[in-house]
């Protein structure tokens, strides 16, 4: 899983149709703070309504199929989660 915030939404009229219906955010990879950008920006299928501003957490990979219950949904990324607080132990 990967933490990230939500930068904008991508709309696309045009689009394989296992993604019709489908909620698309552009996220920024964010460091294990949740405060930092890691990496580049990239898209993400919205399976929990996560709006601009907010920090949340995804899957990638075959995880990410697996996450909107469709194996044929062709997704690399799919955000499954609103991050409300991180709590992190730097002393450990």
């Known amino acids: 899983m ?5 930068i904008g939404t991508l ?11 489908c909620k ?13 950008p890691r990496g580049d920006p990239f898209v993400a299928v919205d ?3 996560a709006g601009v501003g907010e920090r949340v957490f995804l899957v990638v990979g075959s995880g990410a199929r697996k996450a909107v219950d469709n194996d044929a949904c062709p997704v ?3 955000i499954i989660g ?11």
Do not use: W
């Open 2 to 6: 990967l933490i990230a915030r939500v």
């Open 11 to 21: 709309v696309a009229t045009r689009k394989h149709e296992q993604l019709v219906g």
């Open 24 to 36: 698309i955010q552009i996220v920024q990879p964010l460091d294990h703070t949740g405060k930092a």
């Open 47 to 49: 399976a929990v309504g």
């Open 76 to 78: 690399d990324a799919t």
């Open 82 to 92: 609103i991050i409300d607080h991180i709590d992190v132990d730097e002393s450990v």
